[in-house]
């Protein structure tokens, strides 16, 4: 039974892949634990934009404070908008993570912007990441910015990080585009090597004893993968980049059906929340299970047969499906 797959150019012994979780993957013990537990891979927790933009103040705040007391303090310093930050505490997060496992490591950045983190994607390359995922989290609400835009200033920033670094470069995107899949073909195009999708963005929630708004984060259910199964499965085969699929997949089963559907991961993170990092070793025997019930003898056997490309009935996917799926839906209270 072999679950080796490939991924960006890396090979791993399998899809499972944990995502970036910062309760999960800040604690380097836990990444050793997810290794031994079957993980292929581990994304790291993701380094933000505005980190980077607050440890630029600070640094311009210090060095420019006092100055000009006197005149030959002016030049002491280097000039703050060349001196280069970036927080070395993740940096070593992933010096140390390489040096105790032999699993592949991918950094995360979380920014909208061209911003500051150029040069710290290239810190993370030669801090020993194996790749880079850029966790685009952009929500517009400027009601004078239009649509291309938005979609350009995605290109942008994959054009200039692939740019800086050598390492495969993957994109976390969400489904909000009104082509979702042109956007993910000019995407590809643009360089990406992954995409992974979708990201999650995270709604605010609203306290009505203090009338206030506040964060409240949700755990994925199983029912969230059915979009990125979907847009998997359309874009299988039709552009270069590989497939990655998260949110939603809590057992063996969805494993499967992405992998079949065309993803060449499978990124695991709300079910590690719930069960804990063990809970990997229980997917990977459940879809090794699997595969030997139904007699598949590789991944690489089963990745995209289910794709539209593969699929015996390719409208599936499509809006001809819609009308079928609410034919044959049958309200509870009427099987009574």
């Given at each position: 039974?072999?679950?080796?797959?490939?991924?960006?150019?890396?090979?791993?012994?399998?899809?499972?892949?944990?995502?970036?979780?910062?309760?999960?993957?800040?604690?380097?013990?836990?990444?050793?634990?997810?290794?031994?537990?079957?993980?292929s891979?581990?994304?790291?927790?993701?380094?933000?934009?505005?980190?980077?933009?607050?440890?630029?103040?600070?640094?311009?705040?210090?060095?420019?404070?006092?100055t000009?007391?006197?005149?030959e303090?002016?030049?002491?310093?280097?000039?703050?908008?060349?001196?280069?930050?970036?927080?070395?505490?993740?940096?070593?997060?992933?010096?140390?993570?390489?040096?105790?496992?032999?699993?592949?490591?991918?950094?995360?950045?979380?920014?909208s912007?061209?911003?500051?983190?150029?040069?710290?994607?290239?810190?993370?390359?030669?801090?020993?990441?194996?790749?880079?995922?850029?966790?685009?989290?952009?929500?517009?609400?400027?009601?004078?910015?239009?649509?291309?835009?938005?979609?350009?200033?995605?290109?942008?920033?994959?054009?200039?990080?692939?740019a800086?670094?050598?390492?495969?470069?993957a994109?976390?995107?969400?489904?909000?585009?009104?082509?979702?899949?042109?956007?993910?073909?000019?995407?590809?195009?643009?360089?990406?090597?992954?995409?992974?999708?979708?990201?999650?963005?995270?709604?605010?929630?609203?306290?009505?004893?203090?009338?206030?708004?506040?964060?409240?984060?949700?755990?994925?259910?199983?029912?969230?993968?059915?979009?990125?199964?979907?847009?998997?499965?359309?874009?299988?085969?039709?552009?270069?980049?590989?497939?990655?699929?998260?949110?939603?997949?809590?057992n063996?089963?969805?494993v499967?059906?992405?992998?079949?559907?065309?993803?060449?991961?499978?990124?695991?993170?709300?079910?590690?929340?719930?069960?804990?990092?063990?809970?990997?070793?229980?997917?990977?025997?459940?879809?090794?299970?699997?595969m030997?019930?139904?007699?598949?003898?590789?991944?690489?056997?089963?990745?995209?047969?289910?794709?539209?490309?593969?699929?015996?009935?390719?409208?599936?996917?499509?809006?001809?499906?819609?009308?079928?799926?609410?034919?044959?839906?049958?309200?509870i209270?009427?099987a009574r």
């Open positions: 039974m072999i679950l080796t797959t490939t991924y960006m150019g890396l090979t791993l012994k399998s899809p499972l892949v944990v995502g970036s979780c910062a309760p999960l993957t800040e604690d380097i013990d836990n990444i050793k634990r997810m290794e031994d537990s079957g993980a891979a581990v994304i790291l927790h993701s380094f933000f934009e505005e980190q980077l933009r607050q440890e630029r103040l600070e640094l311009h705040h210090h060095l420019t404070y006092g000009e007391s006197f005149a303090a002016l030049t002491y310093f280097p000039e703050p908008e060349i001196f280069h930050v970036g927080s070395e505490e993740y940096l070593n997060h992933i010096r140390k993570a390489k040096e105790m496992v032999d699993m592949p490591i991918i950094g995360s950045i979380n920014g912007t061209l911003g500051g983190w150029l040069d710290y994607s290239q810190q993370i390359e030669q801090a020993g990441a194996d790749a880079l995922e850029l966790n685009i989290y952009y929500v517009p609400t400027d009601l004078d910015i239009p649509g291309g835009e938005i979609e350009q200033n995605y290109l942008d920033i994959l054009r200039a990080v692939k800086e670094i050598n390492i495969p470069v994109v976390k995107i969400s489904p909000y585009f009104s082509n979702m899949a042109n956007m993910a073909k000019r995407l590809s195009e643009a360089g990406a090597d992954g995409l992974v999708l979708f990201n999650r963005f995270y709604q605010p929630d609203i306290d009505l004893s203090n009338l206030e708004v506040y964060p409240n984060v949700l755990l994925s259910t199983p029912q969230a993968m059915r979009l990125p199964m979907r847009w998997i499965a359309i874009l299988y085969g039709k552009i270069e980049a590989d497939l990655a699929a998260t949110s939603g997949i809590h063996s089963t969805d499967i059906k992405m992998v079949m559907a065309g993803a060449k991961i499978t990124q695991v993170v709300s079910a590690l929340l719930r069960h804990g990092i063990h809970y990997l070793s229980t997917l990977e025997e459940g879809v090794r299970n699997w030997e019930e139904n007699e598949y003898e590789s991944i690489q056997q089963m990745q995209g047969s289910l794709s539209q490309l593969n699929c015996p009935d390719p409208t599936a996917f499509e809006r001809a499906q819609y009308m079928k799926a609410l034919q044959t839906y049958a309200p209270w009427q």
